[in-house]
Each structure stands twice: as structure tokens, then as C-alpha cells.
């Protein structure tokens, strides 16, 4: 099992930035295809962003195509979502997490078995 801890979330106003963070414990975190999800009160759990192992392939949600960056450093077991024009529609608890199936598609959380606590994103309008 891996541990995850994200931060960086915060209050920010519609139009501003944050940089979120993940960082994993293991020794082979560049072997690991992590993504990060979203969850607003009252709403399921969505699909962000996700990234390759070492080759750093990404993808994202239609919603934050353009806005949002993925990225990761693999000597510091870290990986990094920079989200910029952030919009109120961001707000929401968002989680990193380690994807283990291949089944359903990167998209899908039951691919993935590791969860951090999560960090609160709030964008005010």
C-alpha cells in the first residue's frame, strides 16, 4: 500500500491559481500512474487529470483542458497540480490517488486503490 498527502488547497478568488501537491511514500513512485480527482458536496467523485509513469503522458477532463497542469517529480515522490483560472465550478475536496487496474480506463476511479485525505479547493465567485 501507498501513502499519499496532498496540500496546497486553499480559498482563492475566481480567476486566481493554486498549485496542489501529492506526495507518496514507496520506492518505486516513478512506476506509478497517478491521477487526481474531484468531489463537490452532493456531486460523485470526478475524474481531473492523470499522468504516465516516467514517460509523463498526460490526460484531463474536457472541463479543465487548458487551465489545468499535471506534472510530477519523480526524486521527490511527488506529483503536482497546477490549476490556473480557476473558475467556482473547481470547488470541491480534491484527491490524488495511484491507479493499479486497467480494466475501465484511467478515468475511472475503481482503477484506482490508493486515495489520499484529500485538500479543500474553494473558488469564490
Known amino acids: 500500500q501507498v501513502q499519499l498527502k496532498e496540500s496546497g488547497g486553499e480559498l482563492v478568488q475566481a480567476g486566481g491559481s493554486l498549485r496542489l501537491s501529492c506526495a507518496a511514500s514507496?520506492?518505486?513512485?516513478?512506476?506509478?500512474?497517478m491521477g487526481w480527482f474531484r468531489q463537490a458536496p452532493g456531486k460523485e467523485r470526478e475524474f481531473v487529470c492523470a499522468?504516465?509513469?516516467?514517460?509523463?503522458?498526460?490526460y484531463y477532463a474536457n472541463s479543465v483542458k487548458g487551465r489545468f497542469t499535471i506534472s510530477r517529480d519523480n526524486a521527490k515522490n511527488t506529483v503536482y497540480l497546477q490549476m490556473n483560472n480557476l473558475k467556482p465550478e473547481d470547488t470541491a475536496v480534491y484527491y490524488c490517488?495511484?491507479?493499479?487496474?486497467?480494466?475501465?480506463?484511467?478515468?475511472?476511479?475503481?482503477?484506482?486503490?490508493?486515495w489520499g485525505q484529500g485538500t479543500q479547493v474553494t473558488v469564490s465567485s
Open positions: 514507496g520506492r518505486t513512485f516513478s512506476g506509478y500512474f
Open positions: 499522468i504516465g509513469q516516467s514517460t509523463g503522458s498526460s
Open positions: 490517488a495511484r491507479r493499479t487496474g486497467y480494466n475501465f480506463g484511467y478515468s475511472n476511479p475503481s482503477e484506482y486503490v490508493d
